[in-house]
């Protein structure tokens, strides 16, 4: 026989989060702590119902004791940036000459970026990352269609008038 559920002095709290919750995951994480205490359902009874693993909803029993709630905030997911090369305020502050050429008309060119990059953090860097650091700062690659900016219709057309056999 499986031991008596635990969390009793909590169960008020619980049974008011289930009027409360805004989201499935708090109102999954109150039915957790309520249906075995309340209702004597076993943990295998209480994952079936709410839909989860017994695992998880063991995780969410406990939590929810332990006094964190999956909508309060209080879990720090991972995330962010842990093997940056440089904060994105110093690569803001290497790619402005770029960004001033680019206000003007200029043509960037991502090599020529990179090598100011790679100047700037003292080693190699991979192209790859290159193109990863324009699209974080939000810059998408723009090629010219069907046509070169710096061609010449007069005398492309000139070239064809004369390049032609009786």
Not at 19 to 32: M, N, S, V
Not at 56 to 74: H, I, K, M, P
Request: glycine share 8%; with cysteine; proline share 5%.
């Amino acid at each position: 026989m499986a031991r008596p559920a635990r969390g009793a002095e909590v169960l008020e709290m619980a049974q008011e989060m289930i009027f409360r919750a805004k989201t499935i995951e708090e109102l999954r994480q109150a039915q957790a702590v309520v249906l075995p205490l309340a209702y004597g359902l076993s943990l295998e009874e209480t994952a079936r119902a709410i839909g989860r693993s017994v695992v998880w909803t063991c995780q969410l029993r406990n939590r929810f004791l332990a006094g964190e709630t999956v909508g309060d905030g209080q879990r720090q997911r991972p995330g962010g940036r842990r093997r940056e090369n440089m904060s994105v305020a110093r690569e803001r502050e290497v790619l402005e000459p770029f960004l001033e050429r680019a206000r003007t008309g200029g043509i960037l060119v991502v090599p020529q970026i990179k090598v100011e990059l790679e100047t700037a953090l003292g080693r190699g860097m991979a192209l790859s990352s290159v193109y990863n650091l324009l699209h974080r700062h939000g810059w998408r690659k723009l090629a010219p269609d069907k046509r070169h900016p710096q061609s010449d219709p007069v005398a492309q057309e000139a070239w064809k008038k004369n390049s032609q056999k009786p």
